[in-house]
């Protein structure tokens, strides 16, 4: 199951660091419109999808789709610049035989983790994660890479995927 | 702390306070749940280090409720969400 319209609207506005309130103040909406929206009752009207996107730092098919423009690593610009305690390494494991696994990571966590010597998560059991340097993954973010940082297609047919946004 | 196991006859959900996981006792007792498999990969969990891992996750969580941890669909249509 994928994240919903909803969930993305309310993760994107925390990370603006905006309420539900200002929000609504710059859309002209109530604030009940937009609980509504991240709960997942009621979708914006189509007509608000440009500056809601605009607001919210990504393009409309971002938005709705949820897939960002990530087919290369990108730098962060220092006016996007999130707070690195809020980063999500995402790791997204598509497997031959129909299964999909998705585990999303704190980077904080991963730094921590790093620190006490974990460093081989292997979430589907990915053989492909096994000799993924995550230490190399959290100092590349650490300098203000985005994005797809690794995909890997094992001769298996399986998928990896570590996005980190 | 909400898990969902769905498969083609149960739908269990379960929903209890992330406080009863992330908690200073629950880091005093990992060690000793974790370390039999952590040793397989060369590695040991002290009490000290959990300490830390859960003080980074409950920060994490204070800023992002309902945070989706792990998602598994399989195949054959079992899911499986865990959300702190």
Same mark, same amino acid.
């Given at each position: 199951?994928?994240?919903?319209?909803?969930?993305?609207? $309310?993760?994107?506005?925390?990370?603006?660091?905006? #309420?539900?309130?200002?929000?609504?103040?710059?859309?002209?909406?109530?604030?009940?419109?937009? $609980?509504?929206?991240?709960?997942?009752?009621?979708?914006?009207?189509?007509?608000?999808?440009?500056?809601?996107?605009?607001?919210?730092?990504?393009?409309?098919?971002?938005?709705? $789709?949820?897939?960002?423009?990530?087919?290369? +690593?990108?730098?962060?610009?220092?006016?996007?610049?999130?707070?690195?305690?809020?980063?999500?390494?995402?790791?997204?494991?598509?497997?031959?035989?129909?299964?999909? +696994?998705?585990?999303?990571?704190? +980077?904080?966590?991963?730094?921590?983790?790093?620190?006490?010597?974990? #460093?081989?998560?292997?979430?589907?059991?990915?053989?492909?994660?096994?000799?993924?340097?995550?230490?190399?993954?959290?100092?590349?973010?650490?300098?203000?890479?985005?994005?797809?940082?690794?995909?890997?297609?094992?001769?298996?047919?399986?998928? +990896?995927?570590? #996005?980190?946004? | 702390?909400?898990?969902?196991?769905? /498969?083609? /006859?149960?739908?269990?959900?379960?929903?209890?306070?992330?406080?009863?996981?992330?908690?200073?006792? &629950? &880091?005093?007792? &990992?060690?000793?749940?974790?370390?039999?498999?952590?040793?397989?990969?060369?590695?040991?969990?002290?009490?000290?280090? &959990?300490?830390?891992?859960?003080?980074?996750?409950?920060?994490?969580?204070?800023?992002?409720?309902?945070?989706?941890?792990?998602?598994?669909?399989?195949? /054959?249509?079992?899911?499986?969400?865990?959300?702190?």
């Amino acid at each position: 199951m994928d994240i919903t319209l909803g969930e993305r609207i $309310s993760t994107l506005r925390r990370q603006k660091e905006l #309420t539900q309130e200002n929000l609504a103040k710059e859309l002209n909406v109530s604030a009940q419109a937009v $609980s509504k929206w991240e709960n997942d009752q009621t979708c914006p009207d189509i007509s608000l999808l440009p500056e809601l996107a605009r607001i919210l730092g990504v393009t409309v098919d971002e938005l709705l $789709s949820g897939k960002t423009d990530m087919r290369e +690593v990108r730098m962060a610009k220092p006016d996007e610049e999130k707070n690195p305690d809020d980063l999500i390494l995402r790791i997204i494991v598509d497997s031959t035989d129909g299964d999909k +696994v998705r585990v999303n990571l704190p +980077v904080p966590l991963i730094q921590a983790a790093i620190e006490l010597g974990i #460093t081989h998560p292997k979430p589907g059991g990915s053989e492909a994660l096994k000799n993924i340097d995550i230490g190399r993954i959290v100092e590349l973010v650490r300098r203000g890479a985005r994005g797809n940082l690794v995909e890997v297609e094992e001769p298996g047919g399986d998928r +990896v995927l570590i #996005t980190v946004e | 702390m909400k898990i969902k196991v769905k /498969d083609a /006859d149960k739908n269990i959900k379960i929903i209890f306070p992330t406080c009863l996981v992330l908690n200073r006792l &629950a &880091a005093l007792a &990992a060690p000793k749940i974790f370390n039999k498999k952590l040793k397989q990969h060369g590695m040991e969990l002290t009490s000290a280090q &959990a300490v830390k891992l859960i003080k980074t996750l409950k920060r994490f969580r204070r800023r992002h409720k309902n945070w989706k941890l792990v998602e598994v669909n399989s195949a /054959d249509g079992e899911h499986i969400e865990i959300r702190l």
